[in-house]
């Protein structure tokens, strides 16, 4: 779009006016074009999440989210000491649990949730519950025409990381349950222990 308005800008028969019109135009469109970057860069990996870890950065969207939408949403690791890992599980983790919730948020009518986080021996396992109506079968099982973006980016961000993902009916509500292995995660062709950062 702005290329076919810098077109109209160097065409002679424009008037200056519209000229200047355009280039505030194509300005504009810069500008919600940069914008754009941002949030898909930072919807890739929160800024936030990489300063004070993946314990913090859920608590912080957990407590909002529950002011936000009335349901009383709790929170536990364990350790309760949770450690750091490796940002690319630490972005995955976070990624399905916000998404779990807003699920919870827009489908559920859940009163109560809450979401598990567990450091196991080699993996990781989250569980996003709610006492809310639960999830129809053939989402469960994942009929590629019933689950939405959401739930198939959550199952494709998971399995790239080697990991698995299951929703359960739980009577009542949902359970969402993700195990992730911690392993080792490739980076720039290293193999990086994921706890040591
Ligand atoms: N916690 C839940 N309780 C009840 N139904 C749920 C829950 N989570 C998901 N669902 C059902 O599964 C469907 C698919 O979820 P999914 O996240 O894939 O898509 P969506 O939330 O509808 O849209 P989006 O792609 O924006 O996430 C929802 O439309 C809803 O019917
Ligand atoms: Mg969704």
Same mark, same amino acid.
């Given at each position: 779009m702005a290329k076919i308005m810098l077109q109209g800008v160097f065409r002679e028969d424009q008037t200056a006016e519209s000229k200047g019109q355009a280039v505030a135009d194509i300005n504009k469109l810069l500008d919600g074009a940069l914008q754009q970057v941002r949030n898909v860069s930072y919807l890739l990996h929160p800024p936030l999440l990489d300063e004070v870890g993946l314990r913090s950065a859920l608590g912080w969207y957990v407590d909002g989210l529950s002011k936000r939408s009335g349901i009383e949403i709790t929170m536990g690791t364990q350790p309760l000491d949770f450690p750091r890992l490796a940002? /690319? &599980? /630490? +972005? +995955? &983790?976070?990624?399905?649990?916000? /998404?779990?919730l807003t699920n919870v948020f827009r489908h559920s009518q859940a009163r109560k949730a809450y979401v598990i986080l567990e450091r196991k021996e080699s993996e990781i396992a989250v569980t996003v519950r709610d006492d809310g109506v639960g999830v129809p079968d053939e989402i469960a099982e994942f009929r590629p025409d019933s689950i939405g973006v959401g739930i198939g980016g959550m199952r494709q961000r998971i399995k790239e990381l080697g990991g698995e993902l299951a929703l359960r009916k739980a009577h009542p509500g949902t359970s969402v349950e993700a195990v992730i292995p911690i392993g080792a995660v490739q980076s720039e062709g290293r193999s990086v222990p994921v706890t040591a950062r």
């Amino acid at each position: 779009m702005a290329k076919i308005m810098l077109q109209g800008v160097f065409r002679e028969d424009q008037t200056a006016e519209s000229k200047g019109q355009a280039v505030a135009d194509i300005n504009k469109l810069l500008d919600g074009a940069l914008q754009q970057v941002r949030n898909v860069s930072y919807l890739l990996h929160p800024p936030l999440l990489d300063e004070v870890g993946l314990r913090s950065a859920l608590g912080w969207y957990v407590d909002g989210l529950s002011k936000r939408s009335g349901i009383e949403i709790t929170m536990g690791t364990q350790p309760l000491d949770f450690p750091r890992l490796a940002p /690319e &599980l /630490e +972005t +995955t &983790l976070f990624r399905v649990i916000q /998404e779990a919730l807003t699920n919870v948020f827009r489908h559920s009518q859940a009163r109560k949730a809450y979401v598990i986080l567990e450091r196991k021996e080699s993996e990781i396992a989250v569980t996003v519950r709610d006492d809310g109506v639960g999830v129809p079968d053939e989402i469960a099982e994942f009929r590629p025409d019933s689950i939405g973006v959401g739930i198939g980016g959550m199952r494709q961000r998971i399995k790239e990381l080697g990991g698995e993902l299951a929703l359960r009916k739980a009577h009542p509500g949902t359970s969402v349950e993700a195990v992730i292995p911690i392993g080792a995660v490739q980076s720039e062709g290293r193999s990086v222990p994921v706890t040591a950062r």
